[in-house]
């Protein structure tokens, strides 16, 4: 099992910055991608950004520009730093790590909250 732990979000008004850190233990081995999703009340758990050990990365239309996602592939670390935050950034934001084998696991998700 892989454990994922989430850390930096909280509130802050429209147009500041966070920086969500996500920590994954256990067994990592075979680990090729990590990322974040975000998730609304009501509605399904949508991407923001990947990236691959290899360092390819995959962005959500509605962040390019204004996220950047960083991985520490030695320390088993991902990082995504939110810029120009806007009131629709508003969700619980899921790390994410995804095995070759197709298995996915989640992180317990921490709240970002965008003040307009």
């Known amino acids: 099992q892989v454990q994922l732990v989430e850390s930096g979000g909280g509130l802050v008004q429209a147009g500041g910055s966070l920086r969500l850190s996500c920590a994954a233990s256990?067994?990592?081995?075979?680990?090729?991608?990590m990322g974040w999703y975000r998730q609304v009340p009501g509605k399904q758990r949508d991407l923001v950004a990947t990236?691959?050990?290899?360092?390819?990365?995959n962005y959500a239309d509605s962040v390019k520009g204004r996220v950047t996602i960083s991985r520490d592939n030695a320390k088993n670390t991902v990082d995504l730093q939110l810029n120009s935050l806007k009131p629709e950034d508003t969700a619980v934001y899921y790390c994410?790590?995804?095995?070759?084998?197709?298995?996915?696991?989640w992180g317990q998700g921490t709240q970002v909250t965008v003040s307009s």
């Open positions: 994410y790590a995804r095995r070759w084998t197709g298995s996915d696991y």
């Open positions: 256990g067994s990592i081995s075979g680990i090729n991608n």
């Open positions: 990236r691959t050990n290899g360092g390819s990365t």
